[in-house]
């Protein structure tokens, strides 16, 4: 079964830093873009940013653009969230997602992993 | 980037059809055909329900279709029933190289 399993998240104190890790089974995750999305508490999905299959190509939000980075290990089958400079509206389940495209990383979201909860708090 | 514009809520009666709206600019939605639909159950994971504007993966009911027209997506949910009820959220690329997502609409089976 084609299957996302993220973990990494937790409680964090504001200013603190925290690297989420996404495994990825069961597909060639080598040929795929791959995102992170994060949803606030009872609010809407916020893409978060997104990694080519080589991991050569990236883009951020502006909200996270400069704190946070992606990158991937395609030997481990593996994608990463390093977060920086953590704030209290990053508080959010953070979800990874495979691109549906090989080629371009914008054709849509077709596999979720179920999501680890980031909590930014003193 | 604000998010793109989608109703707070849309709702309809079994077997009736709805229809959600998803405004953006020509910066996104109007400028390319990379626009997808999620449905999300309460608790659940978003599930992919249209890519490409009007494309429905496999396994996807042909209920739901999409289309755009300018700056505008939509999606239509035809025959509604009641495991329909969720919130559906739209996204986009942009010019800038991101994806934005929508608000998020919460769809109601009356």
């Known amino acids: 079964e084609v299957q996302l399993v993220e973990s990494g998240g937790g409680l964090v104190q504001p200013g603190g830093s925290l690297r989420l890790s996404c495994a990825a089974s069961?597909?060639?995750?080598?040929?795929?873009?791959m995102h992170w999305v994060r949803q606030a508490p009872g609010k809407g999905l916020v893409w978060v940013s997104r990694i080519s299959s080589d991991g050569n190509t990236t883009s951020y939000a502006e909200s996270v653009k400069g704190r946070f980075t992606i990158s991937r290990d395609n030997a481990k089958n593996t994608l990463y969230l390093q977060m920086n400079s953590l704030s209290h509206e990053d508080t959010a389940i953070y979800y990874c997602a495979r691109d549906r495209g090989r080629g371009s990383g914008r054709s849509g979201m077709d596999v979720w992993g179920q999501g680890t909860t980031v909590t930014v708090s003193s | 980037q604000s998010a793109l514009t989608q109703p707070a809520s849309v709702s309809g009666s079994p077997g009736q059809s709805i229809t959600i709206s998803c405004t953006g600019t020509s910066s996104d939605v109007g400028g390319y055909n990379y626009v997808s639909w999620y449905q999300q159950h309460p608790g659940k994971v978003p599930k992919l329900m249209i890519y490409e504007v009007s494309n429905r993966p496999s396994g996807i009911s042909d209920r739901f279709s999409g289309s755009k027209s300018g700056n505008t997506a939509s999606l239509t949910i035809s025959g509604l029933q009641a495991e329909d009820e969720a919130d559906y959220y739209c996204s986009s690329h942009t010019t800038r190289n991101t994806l934005l997502f929508g608000g998020g609409t919460k769809v109601t089976v009356l």
């Open positions: 069961a597909f060639t995750f080598s040929n795929y873009w």
